[in-house]
């Protein structure tokens, strides 16, 4: 092993054993709603770029992971003000622009009602690699915005 990047390795019951360069891990300094004291995970890209959708998952509990997309590919017009309370203690301004993600639930006997949640996105930023997620008090945003439209799942739209 090379000591000057050196290897976590951890288990996911989604994806099994994983490896990745230590450098590479996530923090999430406040948590992630719910989940407070969870602060590192892997940002999992397992299509290799095929896909609208990654995976956060954590480094410490296995059972733990949720999907993420870029809220732009589903919501042209989502946008978080730069005004918004949340982002103040990130001092946002120091930094380097962020990746925006949400949180997107899959009913497991439902796919078809796919959602996002769009009122608590995460910002991620590279150059710390370090991601937070806000609440959005600005805006009507869903917690729970439908990403597929009715037309979509009868014409066999969805990918």
Do not use: C
Request: charged share 20%.
């Amino acid at each position: 092993m090379n000591e000057s990047n050196p290897i976590l390795r951890f288990h996911s019951t989604r994806f099994g054993d994983l490896e990745i360069p230590a450098g590479k891990v996530v923090e999430a300094p406040e948590g992630i709603i719910g989940f407070p004291d969870i602060k590192r995970y892997a940002l999992l890209d397992p299509s290799a770029g095929q896909s609208l959708f990654l995976w956060l998952q954590a480094v410490d509990e296995p059972d733990l992971a949720f999907i993420l997309a870029n809220p732009l590919d589903f919501i042209p017009d989502y946008t978080v003000e730069a005004s918004e309370p949340d982002l103040g203690h990130l001092d946002i301004s120091q930094k380097s622009p962020p990746a925006l993600f949400v949180i997107v639930t899959v009913p497991p006997n439902n796919p078809d009602n796919i959602s996002a949640n769009l009122l608590a996105p995460l910002l991620y930023f590279e150059s710390d690699n370090s991601i937070h997620q806000i609440v959005l008090e600005k805006g009507d945003w869903p917690l729970r915005q439908p990403l597929l439209m009715k037309d979509d799942i009868d014409s066999g739209e969805v990918q």
